[in-house]
């Protein structure tokens, strides 16, 4: 089976900027998930969707960040606007179950 | 404060040597898993050892686990320059769903 797809792979915008992440998660995963590592610091949760509602964005950091979740199928997180301090890696993750992710490769977002 | 907190942050060995990395943990979990960042890249699930075991081996990867002491340790055996990346240990706290990552320990192999 396809693995979880992210795209971009990298992504150079401008501070102030809009840039949008999607992720493919492996078909037939309710969950999805979304984490980040900024600033070569540690991994931390973003939020959780069970299929297409959001069951817990509590490790949003602010209103400049939007995900979505289409019909229970792909997801998108925007940044509208992007600042210095939100690059990073953007990594998604599916899973069938509560546990037992796979993650996607990462978007690596950069914001000069 | 963190659930996982890996040690040492930094690690410079020779290629050839072992490596050895800990993670603690705060609470009860269903498992551990270590993954590996390369730099700036995906991440990659290396090893999950399930709370009910003590030591799990793949390949040149060793991990053990003492939930007693709330640790794990990650061996890397006969490191490669290969190995040079960044490691994490993700637990799962006992009835939740959230990964919970440790801070990383950045792992250098110099050839």
């Known amino acids: 089976e396809a693995g979880v797809t992210q795209f971009p792979s990298h992504s150079v915008i401008e501070k102030g900027q809009t840039v949008t992440l999607r992720c493919d998660p492996i078909?037939?995963?309710?969950?999805l998930y979304w984490y980040r590592r900024v600033m070569g610091k540690e991994i931390k949760f973003l939020l959780h969707?069970?299929?297409?509602?959001?069951?817990?964005e509590s490790g949003m950091p602010n209103n400049r960040f939007l995900a979505e979740r289409t019909g229970g199928t792909y997801s998108t997180l925007k940044v509208q606007p992007a600042e210095l301090e939100d690059s990073g890696v953007y990594f998604c993750?599916?899973?069938?179950?509560?546990?037992?992710?796979?993650f996607g490769s990462g978007t690596r977002l950069t914001v000069v | 404060s963190q659930q996982g907190e890996e040690d040492p942050q930094a690690l410079s060995i020779q290629e050839g040597e072992n490596a050895t990395m800990n993670c603690s943990y705060k609470?009860?979990?269903?498992?551990l898993q270590w993954y590996r960042q390369n730099s700036g890249r995906g991440l990659v699930h290396l090893i999950l050892?399930?709370?009910?075991?003590r030591e799990k081996h793949s390949g040149r990867l060793r991990v053990t686990l003492d939930t007693s002491k709330k640790s794990s340790s990650l061996l890397i055996t006969a490191s490669r320059a290969a190995d040079t990346a960044s490691y994490f240990c993700?637990?799962?706290?006992?009835?939740?769903?959230?990964?919970?990552f440790g801070t990383g320990t950045r792992l250098k192999v110099l050839a």
């Open positions: 993750a599916s899973s069938q179950v509560d546990y037992g992710y796979t």
């Open positions: 993700a637990t799962v706290p006992t009835g939740t769903y959230k990964y919970i």
């Open positions: 609470t009860s979990i269903n498992n």
């Open positions: 050892i399930r709370s009910n075991e």
């Open positions: 969707f069970v299929k297409e509602s959001k069951q817990d």
């Open positions: 078909s037939g995963h309710d969950n």
